[in-house]
């Protein structure tokens, strides 16, 4: 049995914050006293269907639990997602609908389990009980609150500074996060920096319902392959989980120095040991291995191994890739003269993720037809003949009519 003191080391490495370690160290003691494990809540809001590896950091911080012994629950917010968590935003997030959620939750589970052990982990839906609650139910749960201290969330306060709206609904919010942790009892629940003010509310709202107040734990932001801002879908700069090896290994080779060790330590699953034996190494061999461990992780060891490989054959040999994927566009979907606009071209062959991407990869010379860059935003190719598309410097494809 691990010591509670070393519980608490592995608790606290990598965390931003923990409040409180005394009252963790409590926790834990009760824990091994009554052979009960403890509650640890982590919440996702299906909001996407695909995660990035800027998600995998707490799902990493909770698989480092959940091998201590403690009970993992995974808090699928299928009711908080339609409404949307305005952390982080300036301005109300577009309402999902059901479907959109459910389909979500889906894909989003199983990339999760990708880290943590399926067989150990319980998943739970908070509509289980939200919606259930009776119109009085929602009425106690708001006069437990104040508008003043909600308006101390900093992107509510930036908003109603500048006249920015902000929706009633996304001041219940704060509160049905929060109320999740009261309903499942957790006994830690953790959760990125921009966070901390809902696992707060988590925290008061379990006392005020007479129960144990949980540990707030938060975890940090990880930067996007620009080294600047936080790793984002929208701004372009995120790694995928379920990227190809290739665009996966290219992305990692692609982040500036600076950012190696960050990823190594939040990314990798490496212990401290290992990490400072990489800073010791020559800055590309550390991301090599980097950008191989993270393949590893995802597709396996072979891939990895196979995605270096390409790296190589296409950046220091200048070679095209050997696998590019071939795809077929559908007859009638081309104009006469089997032409078709360049840019939903590169959006049906998913290359970008929105005709604007596109653009923007087009006008910074980031695209070639048949190894020809293109700078004419409004360029139309013909399917007369296969093809061959670069977009950026890790995709291609090969194309043709069907």
């Not at 995928?240 to 990798?268: N, Q």
């Not at 800055?283 to 270096?308: C, M, N, Q, T, W």
């Amino acid at each position: 049995m691990t010591s509670i003191r070393d519980q608490i080391q592995i608790f606290k490495r990598g965390a931003v914050e923990l409040i409180s370690e005394e009252e963790l160290a409590g926790k834990l003691e009760r824990s091994q006293k009554e052979k009960k494990p403890l509650r640890i809540k982590y919440g996702a809001d299906p909001s996407a269907p695909d995660i990035h590896l800027g998600h995998t950091v707490p799902l990493r911080k909770l698989r480092e639990i959940q091998d201590l012994g403690h009970h993992i629950i995974f808090l699928i917010g299928d009711f908080t997602a339609r409404i949307g968590d305005p952390t982080g935003v300036s301005e109300t997030r577009k309402p999902l609908t059901q479907k959109e959620v459910e389909e979500n939750a889906k894909t989003y589970q199983e990339q999760a389990f990708k880290i943590l052990d399926k067989k150990r982990t319980e998943v739970v839906f908070n509509s289980e009980w939200l919606d259930k609650m009776k119109p009085n139910d929602f009425l106690t749960l708001t006069s437990h609150y104040t508008v003043a201290r909600l308006l101390e969330r900093d992107d509510f306060k930036k908003r109603f500074e500048s006249n920015r709206p902000v929706a009633l609904l996304e001041f219940l919010y704060p509160l049905l996060q929060g109320y999740d942790s009261v309903a499942l009892n957790s006994d830690l629940e953790l959760g990125g920096t921009d966070q901390k003010f809902n696992l707060l509310v988590g925290r008061e709202l379990q006392r005020v319902y007479g129960k144990s107040p949980q540990i707030v734990m938060t975890l940090p932001i990880i930067e996007g392959t620009d080294g600047v801002q936080k790793m984002s879908k929208s701004l372009g700069n995120y790694i995928g989980v379920k990227d190809e090896p290739s665009e996966m290994f290219g992305k990692v080779m692609s982040i500036p120095d600076s950012l190696m060790v960050r990823y190594a330590t939040y990314l990798t699953g490496w212990d401290e040991a290992t990490v400072d034996r990489h800073k010791q190494m020559h800055p590309r061999d550390f991301k090599v291995s980097l950008g191989k461990k993270i393949v590893s992780l995802y597709h396996g060891e072979k891939k990895a191994d196979e995605a270096a490989l390409e790296f190589d054959r296409i950046f220091k040999d200048k070679q095209m890739p050997q696998d590019m994927p071939l795809v077929t566009v559908d007859r009638s979907k081309l104009r006469e003269g089997d032409a078709i606009d360049l840019v939903p071209l590169l959006f049906e062959l998913q290359l970008v993720s929105s005709k604007m991407e596109a653009r923007r990869m087009i006008e910074q010379g980031g695209v070639k037809i048949n190894q020809i860059k293109i700078s004419n935003v409004n360029e139309t190719v013909s399917l007369a003949h296969e093809i061959t598309i670069q977009c950026g410097k890790r995709k291609f494809a090969r194309v043709k009519k069907a």
